[in-house]
């Protein structure tokens, strides 16, 4: 009987264990999908300037610069190229560049083996189309940066990321109207996983949107 008991027991424990896990994924998944244009506003904001000190006169508080000029002549000779005519000499400067921006990373899905969005991301992908057309940024040059997991060979996962950003930069453009310059599409491929103690987690499959140029910097030509 005590064995028996036992078994029971350890069965009800472990029952219990494993829905506690799938209600946690659940709610995690959940958190990754449901980002809002909110969020993404707040993500992508320039870094509010630093106050003056005590005794200099205090004006209207602006932006801190968010570029150099050296960064807004790189900024301006990759406007408007497509992702395929980037050097990797170049996506390197990008990636460089965009640590010290405002970014975020989304977790938006594709069909398999496609560049398609999946129906479950269009909610994401649109609130980012509502953020990056609003007043508060609307005019900036954004990165568009996707990524893949280590599956598959490092030249199709190239391949593929370019044409996922690309996917996301045609849709910003056609429902939003968002200016095509403004959208800097790059590719990494699995180069830059997030995660690379996983390298087939799902965190490595991503998109992520980087503020590289306020509206003042970004309109200059």
Not at 1 to 25: C, D, E, H, Y
Not at 114 to 129: D, M, N, R, T, Y
């Amino acid at each position: 009987m005590s064995k028996i008991s036992g078994r029971q027991n350890l069965t009800a424990i472990l029952s219990i264990v494993t829905i506690g896990a799938t209600l946690s994924f659940g709610m995690a998944a959940a958190a990754a999908e449901d980002v809002t244009e909110d969020q993404i506003l707040r993500a992508l904001a320039p870094a509010a300037k630093k106050p003056l000190t005590r005794g200099l006169s205090v004006g209207p508080q602006q932006a801190e610069p968010v570029i150099s000029a050296e960064e807004g002549r790189f900024v301006q000779k990759i406007r408007g190229r497509p992702s395929r005519s980037l050097s990797a000499t170049e996506r390197e400067e990008i990636a460089v560049l965009a640590k010290d921006k405002p970014n975020i990373d989304l977790e938006i899905t594709f069909d398999y083996n496609s560049a398609e969005i999946s129906a479950k991301s269009l909610a994401s992908v649109q609130a980012l189309g509502k953020a990056l057309s609003s007043s508060d940024l609307k005019g900036s040059t954004f990165i568009v940066a996707g990524h893949t997991d280590a599956a598959g060979s490092e030249g199709y996962n190239q391949d593929l990321s370019e044409r996922r950003a690309d996917s996301i930069k045609r849709y910003l453009t056609d429902k939003f109207g968002i200016a095509g310059a403004d959208l800097v599409t790059v590719g990494y491929g699995e180069s830059k996983l997030k995660d690379p103690s996983q390298p087939l987690a799902e965190a490595n499959r991503r998109v992520q949107v980087v503020n590289m140029a306020n509206k003042t910097t970004a309109s200059r030509q």
